[in-house]
């Protein structure tokens, strides 16, 4: 009978799924909460209330999710249950079919009005104890947005984003008691992760179709252009496209979501090890899009500024890495604030991001 349109899938949903979408929306902003009741003091260097707000003592109405946001929730939610059967099918030794893939990767690249929700979705929804399957999900969604600001159309994009969404397929061979154990993995288990590179090419290049690029690509995906990636040591000019920009996208992504022995770093840090310590492993022009796209301070993020207030990021500036517009949160002097304000830096030439927060204000841990 073939896959519903979105459009199906949605209106079919009822209140249940609403509400669940609702809930999904609230978890994955990280702000859900705040997004009805963040606000700014007037005097945000002085740290006062401001203005004429008020702190309210009745609790603000949570904000329904959008169209966009419900849309976004959806696609992601079946992309993840399409990729964990995948990982099923794998595991139990059966033969795959890729068509549904590709729609869904196909409504990620043409679905405008969900594609900010969807990026925002990737960035911040976490659940370390079904990470396998997010994790490629999250690659996809990536490399389709790096795809997007290299200039790449629709049907590269469509490639690209294949290519991040199956890279880890032979992943389903392993032992989930070795994703998901509260320890790091050991040299050994280490290797058979890596000998897992593999798997994806050897499962891949049985699948029949037009999607003959996908296998050699899965098989790159870790390769690094000045030689020290894995598993052949390829160098830049024998890496493809597709395998460059995945490969970078499964980076960021690794650094900055939790996994079961380890929490995610900031995106500020994530962004500062890429460009510190993988300068040479990946294209320079593909680093550069990668902080200009996502910014070092991404959409719904908390950041400290230099007058001691907390806000969320509600827009970034490409040109202007720690000036985006933000909701105030907290002001100068850890307060609570209630009054709905946004700042956008880029016209406040006194005020800069100066950190990364948390949502309750404190301090990001710096892995």
């Known amino acids: 009978m073939g896959r519903k349109s979105l459009a199906e899938r949605i209106r079919e949903s009822g209140e249940e799924t609403r509400q669940g979408l609702a809930a999904s929306a609230e978890k994955l902003h990280q702000a859900e909460a705040v997004s009805g009741e963040a606000a700014t003091a007037a ?22 999710p959008s169209r966009e946001e419900k849309e976004a929730a959806a696609l992601y939610d079946e992309a993840c249950q399409y990729l964990t059967g995948i990982l099923e099918l794998v595991k139990q030794g059966k033969a795959l079919t890729l068509d549904d893939g ?17 990026y925002v979705r990737a960035l911040h929804f976490d659940t370390s104890l079904r990470f396998l399957p997010q994790h490629s999900v999250n690659v996809a969604i990536y490399s389709i947005r ?22 880890d397929v032979g992943k389903g061979l392993i032992s989930d008691n070795i994703f998901y154990k509260q320890s790091s993995v050991t040299e050994g288990e280490l290797s058979a992760i890596r000998k897992s590179v593999e798997k994806n090419h050897e499962i ?35 890496i493809h496209e597709y395998a460059q920009i995945a490969g970078l996208a499964d980076l960021y992504e690794a650094l900055t979501h939790d996994r ?4 995610g770093q900031s995106h500020f ?23 200009l796209s996502f910014s070092i301070f991404p959409l719904e993020s908390y950041v400290r500024l230099n007058s001691g207030a907390v806000g969320r990021v509600t827009k970034t500036h490409p040109g202007l890495p720690t000036k985006p517009a933000v909701q105030i949160v907290y002001d100068s002097h ?13 016209k406040e030439p006194l005020l800069y991001v100066i950190e990364s927060v948390g949502k309750d204000g404190g301090r990001v841990q710096a892995n």
Not at 151 to 164: D, F, P, S
Not at 205 to 229: I, N, P
Not at 270 to 291: C, G, M
Not at 334 to 346: C, F, H, K, M, S
């Open 204 to 238: 891949l290049s049985r699948v029949q179709g037009q999607h003959t690029f996908l296998a050699e690509c899965a098989l790159q995906v870790y390769e690094r252009v000045d030689g020290s990636g894995y598993p052949r040591g390829l160098k830049r000019g024998e």
């Open 260 to 263: 079961p022995h380890r929490p």
């Open 269 to 291: 840090n994530a962004a500062k090890v890429i460009v510190d310590s993988y300068k040479n492993a990946f294209d320079r022009n593909l680093v550069k899009t990668l902080l």
């Open 334 to 346: 850890g307060n609570r604030v209630w009054t709905e304000q946004e700042l956008d830096l880029a």
């Open 102 to 118: 590709f729609s869904i990767v196909s409504d990620m690249v043409e679905s405008l009005a969900a594609s900010e929700a969807l």
């Open 43 to 64: 005097p945000v260097l002085a740290g006062g209330n401001g203005g004429n707000g008020k702190r309210h003592a009745e609790p603000p109405v949570k904000k329904e």
């Open 146 to 167: 790096l795809a997007s600001w290299l200039g790449l159309g629709e049907e590269e994009q469509v490639k690209v984003g294949a290519t991040g969404l199956f890279h």
